[in-house]
């Protein structure tokens, strides 16, 4: 007879030291553990669950302003430092972590429409419906200090008055210009109080105006004709155009994927396109209920977030159709302008009720203490082991997200009435044209109606 005798060694379970963890030995045989799936799902259902209890995406607001937000600017070499412009003309620097208005410009005389910081973090530029284009000094001595003293006696190093109102400004990623959008698109540089280039292609209002990440000399624009145009600063005429049947309000390159842009609609809808294919769009991205009127990549280039008139703020995956996230408060009116963090993980918004508010780019991201008196806000550095639990409830949640129940805690969302309401009435509506289009098509000649894709019908025409 055959005896199997169960024998271990104490050195393979004893501790050397009395730190270290308990020595675990795993058999990952699946015919020991039959019921391992289902222990699984209910784990990835605990973590769906502990995710919607933890979400807590709102900081704070930002309180100052006098008139609605118009603009918004990121300083790429000073992470907590962050310029806001509003209707009144009024331009503020904000220190992020203390929540605080470092410094205070006498900006304009009519609306900031446009912010911009140079290269290297230390020029603001700004444009506003007055005709001008100033050159302010960013004071990085006032980033540094920790005192709550204000700088309200800044002075424009440069100020430069045009023929016409601006719409937009922004700086190259790597170089000295920058260019303005308005009745043309002109290209400035910081010693000179004339434009050093000039493009034009129509006769409307250009909107808004996005340097390339990658290639400096290339910048994409958005026009109140409908048109999306790309301008190469080394050619004397533009590109090329695409024509919408909607405006678009804002633009954003992918910092990642240089070759793609998004562009935020009037019709409630962002587009995503490739540059060099601009016939149809690689991607649509619904969910808002009415015009987007700004968006800005996350330095990742994985998402990006929108802000529309609907008074929501939403987070959408690069290649996603849906938003993961959508922001709102009682008191947000419509927003105007949306930034994403230089370490993406924080989103700024500005809005007609006068205030910034900060929210985090993960609604159940875990933060530090806040402190009452101070009001600042510590990242936490998570223990390995901590970090290894969230590492697999995400993993989990990932592995059973197509499930039923898993499925409808992790999409689901609370939304205001009016928001929830407008939604409602928008599916019907489209719902009815579908309706309408496949009966048209069903009682009409084979082949003489041509059901377009989604991501061709809102496209008119490419021009070049």
């Not at 962050?82 to 205070?104: E, H, K, P, Y």
Request: net charge positive.
């Amino acid at each position: 007879m055959k005896v199997k005798v169960i024998s271990r060694s104490t050195d393979e379970f004893t501790r050397e030291r009395s730190q270290d963890l308990q020595r675990v030995y795993h058999n990952y045989d699946p015919n020991l553990r039959p019921q391992e799936k289902a222990v699984e799902y209910v784990r990835a259902l605990t973590a769906a669950k502990l995710e919607k209890i933890f979400a807590r995406p709102f900081i704070g607001a930002l309180d100052g302003h006098r008139d609605g937000v118009s603009c918004m600017a990121k300083n790429p070499n000073y992470l907590k430092g962050f310029f806001s412009g509003s209707m009144d003309g009024d331009i503020r620097l904000w220190d992020i972590a203390n929540r605080r208005t470092v410094c205070q410009y006498s900006g304009h005389q009519g609306a900031v429409r446009g912010l911009t910081v140079s290269t290297d973090g230390r020029i603001l530029v700004s444009c506003g419906t007055d005709c001008t284009v100033k050159l302010w000094n960013v004071p990085v001595a006032t980033l540094t200090d920790s005192d709550d003293s204000t700088d309200n006696s800044s002075e424009p190093l440069a100020v430069y008055v045009w023929k016409n109102a601006f719409w937009a400004v922004d700086h190259q990623w790597e170089g000295d210009l920058f260019a303005t959008a308005g009745a043309q698109v002109d290209i400035w540089n910081h010693n000179r109080s004339q434009p050093i280039n000039s493009f034009q292609w129509g006769t409307d209002t250009v909107i808004s105006v996005r340097f390339n990440p990658a290639e400096p000399n290339v910048l994409a624009t958005t026009a109140s004709d409908r048109s999306i145009t790309l301008y190469d600063l080394r050619m004397s005429s533009p590109a090329r155009k695409v024509i919408m049947r909607t405006k678009s309000n804002s633009i954003s390159w992918n910092p990642m994927e240089p070759m793609n842009f998004t562009a935020a609609n009037e019709d409630c809808n962002c587009y995503s396109y490739d540059s060099r294919k601009l016939d149809e769009a690689k991607c649509v991205h619904m969910g808002h209920e009415s015009a987007v009127m700004d968006i800005d990549y996350s330095p990742t280039g994985r998402e990006f977030v929108t802000g529309s008139y609907d008074r929501t703020i939403r987070i959408f995956q690069y290649n996603g159709g849906r938003s993961r996230e959508i922001y709102h408060t009682k008191r947000m009116q419509r927003v105007f302008c949306v930034k994403f963090s230089c370490d993406a993980s924080y989103v700024i918004s500005g809005s007609d009720d006068t205030n910034l508010r900060l929210w985090k780019a993960k609604a159940s991201e875990q933060l530090g203490v806040v402190s009452i008196f101070l009001s600042r806000v510590f990242a936490v550095t998570l223990h390995p082991r901590e970090q290894r639990k969230h590492a697999y409830h995400e993993a989990v949640k990932n592995r059973y997200k197509h499930l039923p129940e898993i499925k409808r805690i992790v999409r689901h969302r609370h939304l205001p009435k009016p928001i929830y309401k407008a939604a409602s009435l928008r599916r019907t509506m489209m719902e009815a044209e579908r309706r309408k289009a496949e009966r048209r098509k069903a009682h009409s000649a084979p082949g003489s109606i041509v059901t377009e894709p989604v991501r061709k019908r809102r496209i008119i025409k490419e021009v070049e």
